[in-house]
């Protein structure tokens, strides 16, 4: 079974601030991770992947296959960063999609 | 591309009631998820799709729940009968195999309130 932790609900931190949101998953086999983020009143969208190994409006994600973790990092929080993010992970041949609960970041100005 | 398209947007209903929400894919995706969103559980998968087949329907609540696809452009997803704990955010979601990360795109969501 795969399953997607993100122990966070919710995340405050000052503007200009360093930002890391956790995320922990279990799979047995090579997941793809996610992170996804839904802005207030908008649709969920895709942040960034990690077999991109990309930067996103500032923010990186890199796969610890170690400690199975896919930690969302930004060195300097804006304000406009204020949103839900979900961390997502994609497996199996059928590439069954699994979310996390979510973390609520908010940024104070 | 219009994106994902889901009807309604909100709904309010009385416990009891059969509700149906609907979703209309991407054109060309083959993948159709539903998942269901709500400030206790987050993002729940309820149910997938793979060319109008169900592929896993582990994430259906319980038999009040069911869910269809009769074509690769269509799908619904209903509750009957409709209880309070029902309320929450329903999302459809859209994938092509193979795209690049195999993104998943979200419709806006019905917001279904059960009274």
């Known amino acids: 079974a795969q399953r997607v932790t993100q122990p966070e609900k919710l995340l405050s931190v000052f503007k200009g601030a360093p930002v890391e949101l956790k995320c922990n998953y279990s799979y047995s086999g090579s997941p793809e991770l996610f992170w996804y983020v839904q802005y207030s009143r908008q649709r969920l969208q895709l942040l960034l992947r990690?077999?991109s190994r990309e930067s996103i409006k500032g923010f990186t994600a890199d796969l610890n296959k170690g400690e199975t973790s896919f930690h969302l990092k930004k060195p300097f929080a804006q304000e406009e960063d204020s949103a839900m993010y979900y961390c997502?992970?994609?497996?199996?041949?059928?590439?069954?999609?699994?979310f996390g609960t979510g973390t609520k970041l908010q940024v104070i100005p | 591309d219009a994106g994902v398209i889901q009807s309604p947007r909100h709904e309010v209903t009385e416990m009891g009631q059969e509700v149906t929400l609907r979703c209309k894919p991407i054109?060309?995706?083959?993948?159709l998820f539903w998942y269901r969103q709500t400030m206790m559980r987050g993002l729940e998968l309820l149910i997938y799709f793979n060319n109008n087949v169900p592929i896993d329907d582990s994430g259906m609540p319980e038999d009040r729940f069911s869910a269809k696809m009769p074509n690769a452009s269509f799908s619904t997803l209903k509750i009957q009968p409709s209880e309070p704990r029902d309320s929450a955010v329903y999302f459809c979601a859209s994938r092509v195999q193979g795209s690049p990360g195999n993104t998943i795109y979200f419709g806006e969501g019905s917001w279904l309130t059960v009274v």
């Open positions: 997502a992970l994609s497996s199996g041949g059928y590439q069954k999609v699994t």
């Open positions: 990690h077999i």
């Open positions: 054109s060309g995706h083959d993948y």
